[in-house]
């Protein structure tokens, strides 16, 4: 046994030594790349982070925070109405429901085939169902739809196109109506609008007294409301 | 008979944020610093108008939320501590500014706190809802409802059954505190689609509000633009926000609160001064907040920062109180001659504006009232009640819908920061209704289960948590609160599916989100 130990030591020296050595070497390249680096305060950040960053607040002591399921196992496709202009879809569609797919049209069918939204203007008097159709992304659940059709309802359709064109509909969707953009054209019979209000306030707000009005509102919509849309008001110009 | 009138709203509501969970949740400083900026310095106004027998006619809104946060014992004396630990500081700050340009301001802070103090434990005795009840009932305020968690109804419309139980559980919890029904209710984020006025009538509620366009670009051109009410398909009123007042008060870039006199809300000595000094003040894990005390004027549009002087404030609070009402008067003056009845401004604004964003906001309000009572004739402070029942004949049509969310529609509650809560939301919202029918009438544990399985959803459904994953700030907490609640009631419905409920839970559950504690689940049930 004691022989042992001068051979224990050395090896622990020799050890040592050579961990040593693979430190300084590994060290010592570090300032010629450190310092060519104009110093930049993202880079100088990102080379030198803090030695002890402490934990972050909402970790400690907490549980850890929930994870919500991706799916519910249901059939649904829900459009909602964002703005004038844009539309939002969601859905997901059941584990029977795909199987069904399988089974009418064949085991391959879909992965051959291709998701696609559609989007039907089922607004009232409308003429014809003419309709918008979106190639989605294989596996989103979700897609945002630009329009342009302010005051027009929707009725969306989500499913799949066989490689032979064919559309095969699985999911329908409820009813969104886009908001109105700007004043109605509608001036009612038993109310009439008062011009007179509105011919004078846009006066008054081109004017120094309150520009405040076509400002905010152009900020907000984009578009100065009081000008678009208003025949009997540029008649009257 | 004045030429005009003004209709002007303050708003109160903050999310149900209450921790019991930790001695020290950063979030419920949401509430203690509304308490010290906003709320009490308004009631002090409002007591202040009444003691010199100043008339004045306000509508504020007290969110359910709020209502169920301010009477709560344990947020109470987590109230009454924090204004202690602010009332030392306060103290250390007065000796430390010693013979410094901040002294007066450090003077200021003291005595404001300590005012806070005493008027929340001993003139109060922590009641500030009885206070704003007493104002209703003397006829100086009129309180109104809004949805129970603030959701944002637009898109909940999916499921009206649920914006009905936003609505239901709102109005009860207002006869619980005020003894009546609300007169009119506040949409949360002024979000309106059409049929939620149909809802509004089964409760009784006459009138809401809407931001302009909500009334402007109603589906038939309204007659009077925004300064008269229109009447929605079920009768009830609609009221639109008048673009000019809102911006003078709103706009931080040319409103009234960027002006240089008034106090800089970024620069506080939670992040100023030295850590070892200020470590008792802030977050026990050394995160630096908000203290509340902050020594410097907006100065202008640059870093550097000069100490605030309270006295030139509240001269220009008073200046921009004298400002606001001149440019009413011109615009009612103007509008008077082109109608044919009394234009109402409808002037909306969220009462954390006030004192909190807006330190001199108070005080400004103080200044209007006064203004308005003595110093003109042309304009009275009126409450959408009151025009209701001088004019009670208006036009009827559709509004638009809307929101005064960015861009005036519903893409602040509704983007790639917040899309996916809708599918979660939606999908708890149907289960919940079809818990409600199947278990109608029931009794026991899965009564309470039931019930709570409600509180859930609905907190979940607050339209906090989608804004502020909107804005950027505060998102973790957000996410946080929206998945824990939508998973607590993933876990009760399966827990009430599979007939085994799991009593712990639930009783952690009902102890640690103890909103509306007298809610009934069966108003999801509908018929």
Known sequence: MSVLIPWVLGAGVILLLVLAAIFLWLRKPAPKTVTPVVPREELAQELAPPPQQPPAPQDTGRPKEPQLPATYGAD??????????????????????????????????????????????????????DYLEIAVQEGADNWHIHVGRPDHAFRAEFGRRLPDGRFVPLLVSNVATTPRASLSERTDEEWMWLEELYRAYLRTAAGASSPLLVEEMARRMGALPLTISSPPFTAAR | MPKGYLLMVLHAH??????????????????????????????????????????????????????????????QERYVAHLGRLLELAEREVHRTCGTPFHPVAL???????????????????????????????????????????????????????????????????????????????????????????ILKEFNLRYFFTDTHGVLFAAHRPRYNVFA?????????????????????????????????????????????????????????????????????????TDHKEPYVPEWACNKAAIHAGNFMFNRQHQVRYLAGVMDRPPVVVAPYDAELFGHWWFEGPRWLDFLCRKLAYDQDDLAMITASDYLAAFPCNQKTTPC????????????????????IWRHLHWAGGRMQELARRHRGADGLLRRALNQAARELLLAQSSDWPFIMA????????????????????????????????????????????????????????G
Not at chain 2, 40 to 58: A, I, M, S
């Open chain 2, 229 to 301: 009410p229109i009447f929605a398909p079920a009768g009830v009123a609609a009221f639109g926000r008048d673009v000019e007042s809102s911006k003078q008060v709103w706009s931080a870039r040319e409103g009234y609160p960027g002006d240089y006199d008034y106090r800089e809300f970024y620069r506080d000595i939670g992040f100023d001064l030295d850590y070892e000094y200020i470590k008792p003040y802030i977050h026990p894990d050394g995160i630096r907040i908000q203290t509340g005390i902050k020594y410097y004027r907006i100065t202008g549009p």
């Open chain 2, 108 to 198: 200021m802070y003291r005595e404001l706190f300590g005012e806070c103090y005493r008027r929340y434990c001993y003139h109060y005795q922590r009641d500030l809802i009885a206070s704003f009840r007493r104002l209703q009932e003397a006829g100086h305020l009129e309180i109104i409802t809004t949805a129970a968690t603030h959701g944002y109804l637009p898109l909940l419309m999916l499921q009206p059954q649920t914006v009905r139980a936003q609505i239901a559980i709102a109005v009860d919890t207002y006869r619980r505190h005020f003894g009546r029904t609300p007169p009119g209710f506040w949409l949360p984020e002024c979000g309106y689609a059409p049929g939620l006025d149909d």
């Open chain 2, 401 to 420: 819908a809307s929101s005064w969310g960015n861009k005036g529609y519903h893409e602040v509650w509704l983007c790639a920061a917040n899309d996916w």
């Open chain 1, 76 to 129: 649904r496709l829900v459009l909602l109405a964002r703005d004038p202009h844009w539309l939002y879809a969601y859905w997901e569609i059941s584990a029977t429901r795909q199987e069904e797919f399988r089974a009418t049209f064949g085991h391959e069918a879909w992965q051959a085939s291709r998701p696609v939204l559609r989007l039907y203007d089922v607004t009232p008097g409308e003429p014809a169902p």
């Open chain 2, 14 to 75: 903050l999310p149900f944020v209450r921790h019991p969970e930790h001695e020290h949740f950063l979030e419920e400083r949401w509430l203690f610093e509304a308490l010290t900026e906003c709320y009490l310095p308004l009631l002090k106004v409002f007591e202040g108008l009444v003691r010199d027998g100043v008339p004045f006619r306000l509508t504020v809104t007290l969110s359910p939320t709020l209502l169920s946060m301010l009477c709560d014992p344990l947020l």
């Open chain 2, 471 to 526: 804005t950027g700030t505060a998102v973790a907490y957000a996410v946080r609160r929206f998945k824990e609640h939508i998973a607590n009631f993933l876990r009760l419905d399966g827990e009430i599916k599979g007939g085994r409920i799991d009593e712990g839970f639930l009783a952690w559950l009902e102890h640690k989100n103890n909103v509306f504690p007298d809610l009934n689940y069966e108003v999801y049930a509908g």
